[in-house]
C-alpha cells in the first residue's frame, strides 16, 4: 500500500445507535480505522472479542467507558488503548459525558461491511439475526460481561 486517503468531507458517516456516529477512513488488510462519536447516554459497543486484530482506541474529546477483560476503565482526552486478539471488551461514553474516539484495528478487517450492516439495522434494513450471523465473517465475536452490566446498572442508580 503506497497511499491511503479519505478526505473529511467525502468519508462515509454511519449511524449505527441513537447519538452515535462513525466516520469510514480506511479498511485495508494493514490497517482499518474509523472515528466514533458518540452523544449522552449512547449506547456505544456490547461486550465482545476479536480473534485476529488488536483493536485500538484514542480519545479525542470527552470521556469513554472501556471494558477490558473484567476491569472498567474510564479514558479521557488524550488517552489510547489497545486490546489483544481475544481480550472480551466494550466501549461506550462515560455516564453523562460525550465522547469522541478514533478507533482501529490491526490488521486490517474488511471492517466497513459491517458498519453498514449496523446501519442498516439501525434503519430498519436488516435484522439482529443478521449481525449475529455476521460473527464469523467480521471477527466479531459477542459475549457477556458482569462488570459491563454492573457499570450499566450503577449509572441508573
Not at 4 to 28: C, F, H, K, V, Y
Not at 58 to 71: M, P, Q, S
Not at 141 to 155: D, I, L, M, V
Request: contains cysteine.
Amino acid at each position: 500500500m503506497t497511499e491511503n486517503l479519505t478526505r473529511a468531507a467525502t468519508a462515509e458517516i454511519i449511524s449505527d445507535g441513537p447519538g452515535s456516529l462513525i466516520t469510514l477512513l480506511t479498511d485495508t488488510d494493514e490497517l482499518t480505522c474509523n472515528t466514533a462519536s458518540f452523544e449522552v447516554g449512547a449506547t456505544g459497543a456490547p461486550v465482545h472479542f476479536h480473534t485476529k486484530a488488536t483493536e485500538f482506541f484514542h480519545v479525542t474529546d470527552g470521556a469513554l467507558d472501556v471494558l477490558v477483560g473484567d476491569e472498567v476503565h474510564t479514558l479521557s482526552k488524550g488517552d489510547f488503548i489497545t486490546i489483544a486478539p481475544g481480550v472480551k471488551h466494550a466501549f461506550a461514553p462515560a455516564a453523562g459525558k460525550t465522547a469522541e474516539v478514533f478507533v482501529g484495528f490491526t490488521p486490517g478487517m474488511g471492517r466497513f461491511d459491517y458498519y453498514r450492516l449496523l446501519g442498516r439495522v439501525r434503519a430498519g434494513e436488516a435484522t439482529v439475526q443478521d449481525i449475529i450471523d455476521s460473527q464469523p465473517t467480521y471477527d466479531n465475536h459477542y459475549a457477556e460481561s458482569e462488570a459491563w452490566a454492573g457499570r450499566t446498572r450503577s449509572a441508573e442508580a
